[in-house]
């Protein structure tokens, strides 16, 4: 069962536009929803995170918009460049009792073209 | 660079062998974090350990073992591989236990034949 799902699976955004990568989750006891940014070759790079009682925070060109009766977030990326082609994955971390885990979205992969 | 530091980088092996990764976190962090990614199952939390005790299990096969060391580093060991197994491997870390603000690795890119 995929607890977070990602769309879309891949993105083709003219250099200057908006990306926007879309998650949702169906469990209430996520309490933290970073995004990560993964180049070929690379380890997953957290981008920006945000807490479910806070309905958007911006990071630079990095935005997440949260709504949390929706139980869905998203990533916008403003004036995109050729830098930022790159997968996002979104994630939520799980805690029960003393355990967590980090689940990721299947990822998105962003081309900006220049 | 995220500070953290797997090797090897890339390792190529046999059905049935054995093959220990080497995550060192970055310096202050007492969290280490171990993910499998793969393209049918994508990131998979494997396990945490915090300041060397096993802190989290997620899905982490019987065949897979992991510990923390006293200087903080850690180790996955993954037996009687499989061709299944073949997969890229982070490691991540953090200050704190509670999964926050984790830095991955470049990963260990294993081959199994």
């Known amino acids: 069962q995929q607890q977070v799902k990602q769309s879309p699976q891949s993105l083709i955004v003219q250099k200057g536009g908006i990306s926007i990568i879309n998650c949702a989750y169906e469990n209430t006891a996520f309490d933290y929803f970073p995004w990560y940014q993964q180049f070929p070759g690379k380890g997953p790079a957290l981008l920006i995170a945000?807490?479910?009682?806070?309905s958007e925070k911006k990071e630079g060109r990095f935005t997440i918009s949260f709504n949390k009766s929706a139980k869905q977030f998203s990533l916008h990326i403003m004036d995109s460049q050729p830098g930022d082609s790159a997968t996002y994955f979104c994630a939520a971390i799980e805690y029960g009792g003393s355990q967590g885990n980090l689940i990721f979205g299947k990822g998105t992969k962003l081309s900006v073209k220049p | 660079d995220s500070g953290v530091t797997q090797t090897p980088k890339h390792l190529i092996t046999a059905t049935g062998q054995r093959v220990t990764l080497r995550c060192s976190p970055r310096s202050g962090d007492l969290s280490v974090y171990w993910y499998q990614q793969s393209l049918d199952q994508g990131l998979q939390f494997l396990i945490q350990y915090y300041n060397g005790e096993e802190r989290a299990k997620g899905n982490i096969l019987e065949r897979f073992s992991a510990q923390q060391f006293p200087d903080l580093h850690s180790e996955l060991n993954l037996s009687s591989l499989e061709l299944g197994d073949s997969a890229l491997y982070f490691c991540?870390?953090?200050?704190?236990?509670?999964?926050?603000?984790?830095?991955f690795g470049p990963g260990t890119r294993l081959t199994v034949t």
């Open positions: 945000i807490r479910p009682d806070v």
């Open positions: 991540a870390s953090s200050v704190g236990a509670g999964f926050y603000e984790q830095y």
